[in-house]
């Protein structure tokens, strides 16, 4: 029996594995080679902003690239020596590089991670960059996401975008590069990480959460805008009957349910059931705004998207769906009463 890797047992005991901890691809195979072209080529910018869908691995590309890139090579007089140009980022989960960086110990590796990044951390940044690679020839630091940065800490970090460090590679993860700096984009290589398809979608689904009928699958795919990631923090959160309660909510207005249904979102120790129902509000804005969407999540999902449409104009919903979606954003970013955020919306999308 062939050996497995560390990484491929614990996905045995892991619904989803951290990106540190994922050792295969399963997706997004043309952008890793458009990485890899990059690199052979001695292209590689100081800086890669990996945009896209959340969940969809943007994540597990930029370890993979910032592994690739910290694991001792045996270069020769070229980039690869004398031997043929690797086919992939790919490093086994046995390489003592990959278990420095997934423990947090690999000197040349910074990786910042939060729901708020502020400006002490992106300070960090460049102080980290400063330095002289200590064992790699590079300097590597994962950003996930660039979104958390509030606008301080976000200039913080343009500053060293503007003068990058030699030998330094910043590697910028957005779910959604529109709200970013102009500069900071400007700054970037940006490299669009596709949605999933469906047989991409399904296969993963079927390993992070197993048991799911082609039909369940589908709606999953819907609701999740075909992340597997965001699909599992859906399905933990039941979100398939939090979005018809949603409707409801929309569709035939009552204050006591809508106080009770916006109670449970907003309570300080329901972080997770908040960033669900953003999701929610947003993806149905977008269901009433594309009809052309034939599927259906459940089945009288239909009727009441129909009803919605026919209640405002297009360009009223497109309006409520940017106001909406800012609102939200402020509500993260300025600490708004999320409660009274989901009132104006429920009220906003049922008048």
């Not at 694991?71 to 992939?88: I, Y």
Request: aromatic content about 6%.
């Amino acid at each position: 029996m062939a050996r497995r890797s560390t990484a491929e047992l614990a996905e045995e005991s892991a619904p989803l594995l951290h990106p540190k901890l994922t050792e295969h691809l399963m997706a997004h195979v043309p952008v890793e080679k458009q990485l890899l072209t990059m690199l052979i080529a001695k292209r590689l910018p100081h800086a890669l902003l990996l945009t896209g869908p959340r969940g969809i691995g943007k994540a597990t590309l930029a370890w993979r690239l910032a592994r690739f890139l910290l694991a001792p090579q045996d270069k020769g007089d070229s980039l690869f020596g004398e031997s043929l140009p690797p086919e992939s980022l790919y490093i086994s989960a046995t390489h003592p590089t990959f278990r420095r960086m997934a423990a947090g110990a690999h000197p040349d590796f910074l990786v910042l991670e939060a729901e708020d990044i502020k400006i002490d951390e992106a300070r960090s940044v460049a102080a980290f960059l400063s330095l002289t690679p200590a064992e790699s020839d590079w300097r590597v630091v994962i950003i996930d996401s660039i979104d958390a940065m509030n606008r301080n800490a976000a200039n913080a970090l343009l500053k060293t975008l503007e003068e990058p460090p030699a030998r330094a590679v910043l590697i910028l993860i957005s779910h959604n590069p529109g709200t970013l700096l102009p500069t900071i984009r400007s700054r970037c290589r940006t490299l669009r990480v596709p949605p999933l398809n469906e047989s991409e979608f399904a296969h993963i689904l079927e390993r992070v959460s197993p048991g799911h009928t082609p039909q369940q699958a589908e709606s999953w795919a819907l609701l999740s805008g075909g992340s597997p990631g965001m699909a599992l923090t859906l399905i933990e959160a039941r979100a398939d009957i939090l979005y018809k309660e949603l409707l409801e909510r929309v569709t035939a207005p009552d204050t006591l349910k809508s106080h009770a249904f916006a109670d449970r979102f907003a309570r300080k120790d329901a972080a997770g059931d908040w960033q669900v129902f953003c999701h929610l509000f947003l993806w149905l804005m977008l269901r009433v705004v594309s009809p052309q969407h034939h599927a259906q999540v459940f089945a009288e999902e239909g009727d009441a998207l129909a009803r919605l449409r026919k209640a405002k104009s297009l360009d009223a919903w497109l309006d409520l769906k940017d106001r909406a979606a800012k609102l939200l954003t402020d509500t993260d970013h300025l600490y708004l009463d999320k409660k009274q955020t989901i009132l104006t919306l429920l009220r906003a999308a049922g008048e």
